[in-house]
């Protein structure tokens, strides 16, 4: 790093395979200073939201995207003045603002997003020269701004000889940009309002209603000009559609990642879905009794952690079950471990963390993996690690009052446990009919490599240990 620069900081690759992330918050503004490790933003990728820190010491200098905006990796997000440039920024905007308008306001269109370049967080990314690269033909000295302004603006009018390089398209900052193309116009079309002729968000949005404004009843005598440009057709989002009556919600993020996974899934996989319906009122009552043990103060006890174990046990019992399917290969891959993945309900959409290794944990253990887990997921502070390489998942839609479900299976998976709520119901018990806790267990599994004989033994022996969880003893 050379003294005195101004380092872009780009969206990095916070989890494996990611494209985009969406900018939820700036903790910062231009003109903050900043510390190595100091958290800047937070995105949200499509598996998690993320606080990203930036690398290195400095004065932030520009946000090139605002809040909602959704962002490829590998492109510039914020520059960041180091160095000597961090002190002299306040002069350097001075000049900026008043001799190099034209150049200053398009700045942010020479950040182009490259090929997509993983980056850890917390790392930083090559540095750039103290000098902005100005777009060609816009460069002046200080002292000739003034006429060279004109000169550029007479030249987009129309008026004067051609310049050795003119602009190749609109004035338009990176967000305003976005906006045109996710409304279906073109820039090119749109009257700027904006200062030195840049377009702004209130042209774009004019330049829809225009689009959309119905057509006088009778044509003007004066002719047309001759080559008015042809208005672009809308894009769905920008047909007009009745708001008290409707509301519409982009798909991006989590729910956009969500939806993707259960449509591969529901049409790669082969689903079957088996169901039993237990007496669980033993399992309450040890429950209970958990809650009371001093093994387990200050730990989340509840059905959950039995059921878990239980399905824990049917696994260690039933191996095969605990495997995936590998396409490419034309192999079954049998896991010797298990990560056990909690669908869980967030603000954000349905997320499935895992809980690493969980076959090895003892019950305190366990419980306290799943407080973790859930808390975590309540805050939205789910890293994308945590939602890797699960192997097996439970998906409790008891807690809605839903008796069962048939649940897709969480990709990479060959088996999901749904598990239903927990009813005082008349049971038959010991010959009598009684007031029992029942539920209704769902097992949903990857017919490819899970046939209904192993599929009905691991539902069989979570229902067993469920009815008498002393077997969880015994049986483990």
Avoid at 31 to 45: L, M, N
Avoid at 422 to 445: C, D, E, M, N, Y
Wanted: include cysteine; hydrophobic fraction near 45%.
């Amino acid at each position: 790093m050379t003294e005195g620069s101004v380092r872009e900081f780009k969206m990095p690759d916070v989890g494996e395979g990611l494209t985009e992330a969406e900018i939820l918050k700036w903790y910062v503004q231009p003109g903050d200073t900043v510390t190595d490790g100091q958290v800047v933003c937070e995105v949200e990728t499509a598996k998690a939201a993320v606080e990203l820190p930036i690398p290195y010491d400095g004065v932030v200098r520009e946000l090139h995207f605002p809040e909602g905006t959704t962002v490829d990796v590998g492109t510039s997000i914020i520059a960041v003045a180091v160095g000597d440039a961090a002190a002299a920024e306040p002069a350097q905007e001075a000049v900026e603002d008043t001799a190099a308008a034209p150049a200053a306001i398009d700045a942010a269109e020479e950040k182009k997003p490259e090929a997509r370049q993983p980056v850890l967080v917390g790392y930083g990314v090559s540095t750039s020269s103290t000098r902005r690269r100005p777009r060609k033909g816009a460069q002046v000295p200080a002292q000739e701004a003034p006429a060279a302004s004109a000169a550029i603006q007479a030249e987009m009018n129309g008026h004067g000889p051609a310049a050795p390089a003119t602009r190749d398209r609109p004035l338009a900052k990176p967000p305003v940009r976005k906006l045109a193309k996710d409304l279906g116009v073109d820039l090119a079309t749109v009257t700027p309002t904006g200062p030195d002729g840049v377009i702004t968000r209130e042209d774009v949005h004019a330049a829809v209603a225009l689009v959309q404004a119905p057509e006088p009843a009778t044509a003007p005598a004066a002719a047309a000009p001759a080559a008015a440009p042809v208005a672009p057709t809308p894009s769905p989002a920008a047909v007009s559609y009745d708001t008290a009556r409707e509301t519409r919600v982009p798909v991006k993020g989590v729910r956009k990642a969500t939806a993707a996974a259960m449509v591969g899934s529901a049409f790669t996989a082969p689903h079957v879905t088996e169901f039993v319906t237990v007496d669980v009122t033993r399992t309450m009552k040890l429950v209970e009794e958990l809650k009371q043990d001093k093994e387990f103060t200050g730990l989340r006890v509840n059905p959950l952690l039995l059921i878990a174990k239980a399905l824990l046990v049917a696994i260690k019992r039933n191996p095969d079950i605990n495997a995936s399917w590998d396409e490419a290969a034309q192999e079954i891959v049998v896991k010797h471990y298990v990560n056990l993945g909690i669908a869980a309900a967030t603000p954000r959409g349905l997320i499935v963390p895992n809980i690493k290794d969980a076959h090895a944990k003892t019950l305190p253990q366990l419980a306290e993996s799943l407080g973790e887990l859930v808390s975590t997921a309540r805050e939205g502070k789910t890293s994308p690690a945590a939602m890797q390489g699960g192997t097996v998942t439970i998906t409790n839609v008891g807690v809605f009052g839903v008796d069962t479900g048939t649940p897709i299976l969480n990709p990479g998976e060959s088996a999901i446990l749904a598990v239903g709520a927990i009813k005082l119901q008349p049971w038959v018990h010991k010959g009598k009919v009684k007031p029992r806790q029942v539920t209704t267990l769902a097992l949903s599994f990857d017919h490819r490599l899970v046939d209904g004989e192993l599929g009905s033994k691991v539902l069989a022996d979570v229902a067993a240990i469920l009815e008498q969880p002393k077997r969880l003893i015994s049986w483990a």
